[in-house]
């Protein structure tokens, strides 16, 4: 027995008749009957691999928009979705016949099959891309899309393995994403469900069959509940529904298969939806359910005052029965319910009529609406497609932070977040302007990985502006945008000088040798094909990271040994950059030239120090200053001389070395503001900031940041210095 048995996989118009009979909205029956006529005119004979007459794909396709709730102008979209695709019938035939938002539809939803590309990668990102301008222009458009995807992952097994794999790859990884953060829980978990049935097919079978097992004696158990709850209800609260919920197969195997657990060990694989008329009637519930069993401590969520990201609302308590079975029990009211079912296809469900209770909040809906528009025309600001789908999968994933502001707003991030990206979210202006930030009133590292719970405060100067490095920091695909953005615009001949001189650099480093004269007529072609104008635009775009230097390198390389041919066969291609990483040690061991060299963190040498190093058991070289405190004074009367061996800097170093500095100065209100813009003016990266207040009115602030070296060091003091009221800063 299949978990989607009841599913029919192939529905005929009759079946989208009776949907829409049954919905209790208005709709332009007529229309849509002649967009069917058309659409069945237009497919003729055409037959999917299965053998089944192509029109019943559409009408399927059809059947899903219209459960969802979507409008006659959707329905119709559906219906005729893969005419201009797959049939001889142009748009401008069914812009003239069904209207001008008809053919928008259609036209978003129509796959690009015809233009080139050099790699599938690219291929799918750019029809991510299509999807995305045509979804921020009309929404309807990727609910149409998740409608035709689902039908079709229902309809795969006739398809060869491959690309079955292949498409339920594509639904992690960007069409499930989206239906989360649309809110469409239906589709979302149809889609992932089915896709693990390909990805991991005895990992499937093996949780649906312990479902099976379960099955009566789950109804039994619920069945309890459900009794229970409504004896302790029915004088109280009124209407109350009470349903039973089996979580997903996807979610199961996540939390059982992946993390190497049983299904027993999950408390929440079934649960108890009870569903009630007001907010109100949801607390007073959640408390007959705490009286009656025994809740399980740090199990209880309440959304409905911190709603998720897609509109998601409701109260999540873990109870134990009296034979200590753990369930879950969600409590919302009927609007919440069907936000939590067709997110933001509600929109229109409602505006139709619905045969349910309560009434929807039509201004929260349309503002959802507008944030997910925004969101995607954030992703759309990446210069390479290739990176729309890695936003997508960030930026619309399911796990979240809530972070809150220091007024008490409450802002939902994808996990793994930074301060950067909460000041982006905030506002642009405060992200632009940001020089640090505190987690419960303590300073912070702008890279600190923000948790739910904290409040972030974001601190800011009117002077200030975005630093490259935050590119590698934050997290979102708006921030980096937006980051991205201002160096596009205002700091256009930095970012070509910065742009040339990466390309300079990296093509020195893989042996390509190119005159000044040479560069222009060698780039002329990737300029051409990147729509950049000159050969100006080009190097801004490097600059200011629009285009990433190691994506394009293998094709330059690539083009290069073709132009000049001087035999580089063996030149590496850059890896993927990874996020900051410490410079190279920089130090010369006298005797060896292949050791492995660690400075030590009791003294962390810089460059200019006079040094020695130890050598350690398994652990290579341990640099220390030559008057660190454990280095002995008179290295022939230690315990092992030998240990200690000659060290010098090498003449020149890598850059970030890690040094801390101990500041002491007077106590005031925007002490450690000022070392922070001090700090961000230099260009130096903050690794930690932390104060403590004396007795004597005074402050100790202890800083850890990135230098090159010792003379940089004394710089960076002497500027600092300069700050009112510090009286001594030394390292240490």
């Given at each position: 027995?299949?978990?989607?048995?009841n599913v029919a996989h192939y529905q005929d118009f009759s079946e989208l008749l009776k949907i829409l009979d049954s919905s209790g909205g208005?709709?332009?029956?007529?229309?849509?009957?002649?967009?069917?006529?058309?659409?069945?005119?237009?497919?003729?004979?055409?037959?999917?691999?299965?053998?089944?007459?192509?029109?019943?794909?559409p009408?399927?396709?059809?059947?899903?928009?219209?459960?969802?709730?979507?409008?006659?102008?959707?329905?119709?979209g559906a219906l005729l979705h893969d005419v201009v695709e797959d049939t001889p019938v142009m748009l401008g035939e069914i812009k003239k016949r069904f209207g001008g938002d008809v053919a928008k539809l259609i036209d978003g939803v129509t796959k690009i099959s015809k233009i080139p590309y050099s790699t599938k990668e690219q291929q799918q990102a750019e029809n991510i891309r299509k999807m995305l301008i045509a979804m921020a222009d009309d929404i309807r458009v990727i609910i149409i899309k998740l409608a035709d995807r689902l039908h079709n992952m229902r309809t795969m097994d006739c398809m060869p393995e491959q690309k079955r794999r292949d498409k339920s790859v594509e639904n992690m990884q960007v069409f499930a994403p989206i239906a989360h953060r649309l809110g469409i829980k239906t589709i979302k978990e149809e889609l992932e469900d089915r896709s693990l049935e390909y990805l991991d097919p005895i990992g499937y079978k093996e949780i649906e069959d312990a479902?099976?097992?379960?099955?009566?004696?789950?109804?039994?158990?619920?069945?309890?509940?459900?009794?229970?709850?409504?004896?302790?209800?029915?004088?109280?609260?009124?209407?109350?529904?009470?349903?039973?919920?089996?979580?997903?197969?996807?979610?199961?195997?996540?939390?059982?298969?992946?993390?190497?657990?049983?299904?027993?060990?999950?408390?929440?694989?079934?649960?108890?939806?009870?569903?009630?008329?007001n907010v109100s009637d949801c607390y007073n519930v959640l408390g007959v359910v705490h009286d009656i069993f025994k809740p399980i401590p740090n199990r209880f969520k309440d959304y409905i005052s911190m709603p998720k990201p897609n509109m998601y609302q409701s109260l999540h308590t873990t109870v134990l029965d009296k034979n200590a079975i753990p369930f879950e029990v969600q409590i919302r009211t009927w609007e919440m319910h069907?936000?939590?079912?067709?997110?933001?296809?509600?929109?229109?469900?409602?505006?139709?009529?619905?045969n349910g209770k309560g009434t929807v909040n039509d201004e929260k809906l349309s503002q959802n609406i507008q944030r997910v528009k925004n969101m995607i025309l954030e992703q759309l600001e990446e210069e390479d497609a290739t990176d729309i789908a890695r936003n997508i999968r960030n930026d619309f994933a399911e796990n979240s932070v809530y972070v809150f502001t220091p007024k008490g707003d409450v802002m939902s991030l994808p996990k793994g977040s930074t301060p950067i990206d909460l000041a982006y979210l905030v506002h642009t202006q405060v992200g632009h302007r940001m020089v640090g930030a505190k987690i419960n009133g303590k300073i912070v590292p702008i890279d600190h990985e923000l948790k739910t719970g904290e409040i972030c405060e974001i601190i800011t100067h009117k002077e200030e502006h975005p630093n490259r490095a935050w590119l590698d920091i934050c997290k979102t695909a708006s921030a980096k945008s937006k980051i991205r953005q201002w160096f596009k615009h205002e700091k256009r001949d930095e970012n070509i000088a910065e742009g040339?001189?990466?390309i300079e650099r990296e093509f020195r480093r893989q042996g390509m040798n190119l005159t000044e004269e040479e560069y222009p007529e060698f780039f002329k072609n990737i300029t051409i094909k990147r729509q950049y104008n000159t050969l100006d635009d080009f190097y801004a775009a490097v600059g200011y990271g629009g285009v990433q230097l190691w994506k394009i390198m293998p094709r330059l390389k690539e083009e290069y040994q073709k132009t000049y041919a001087v035999g580089i066969e063996n030149i590496t291609v850059p890896k993927v950059p990874e996020k900051r990483k410490k410079a190279s040690s920089g130090v010369v061991i006298e005797g060896t030239d292949d050791v492995l060299v660690k400075l030590s963190n009791c003294c962390n040498p810089l460059p200019g120090d006079e040094i020695i190093g130890y050598i350690t058991r398994g652990y290579g070289v341990?640099?220390?200053?030559?008057?660190?405190?454990?280095?002995?004074?008179?290295?022939?009367?230690?315990?092992?001389?030998q240990r200690w061996v000659s060290a010098h800097w090498e003449s020149t170093t890598g850059e970030g070395f890690r040094s801390t500095l101990q500041i002491i100065a007077n106590d005031r209100t925007g002490l450690l503001a000022d070392v922070t813009i001090q700090l961000s003016n230099m260009h130096i990266f903050i690794h930690t900031l932390n104060s403590r207040e004396l007795k004597d009115g005074r402050a100790v602030v202890t800083v850890t940041i990135d230098i090159a070296g010792r003379d940089h060091l004394r710089g960076v003091i002497s500027r600092l210095s300069d700050i009112n009221g510090i009286e001594e800063i030394k390292r240490l």
């Open positions: 027995m299949s978990r989607f048995s208005y709709y332009n029956i007529d229309k849509i009957k002649d967009a069917y006529s058309f659409a069945e005119k237009a497919h003729g004979d055409q037959r999917r691999v299965s053998g089944i007459p192509y029109i019943l794909h009408t399927s396709v059809a059947c899903i928009v219209a459960e969802l709730g979507l409008d006659a102008d959707s329905i119709c479902l099976l097992m379960n099955e009566e004696g789950r109804k039994k158990f619920i069945e309890s509940i459900k009794v229970q709850l409504t004896e302790k209800t029915k004088d109280t609260i009124p209407n109350v529904y009470i349903s039973g919920r089996v979580k997903s197969i996807n979610s199961i195997y996540r939390k059982t298969i992946m993390r190497n657990q049983s299904i027993n060990d999950i408390f929440d694989v079934f649960a108890v939806r009870v569903i009630v008329d069907y936000t939590a079912e067709y997110g933001i296809a509600a929109h229109w469900k409602y505006k139709l009529g619905m040339k001189l990466m341990s640099i220390h200053k030559r008057d660190c405190t454990n280095v002995p004074k008179d290295l022939s009367k230690c315990e092992e001389p």
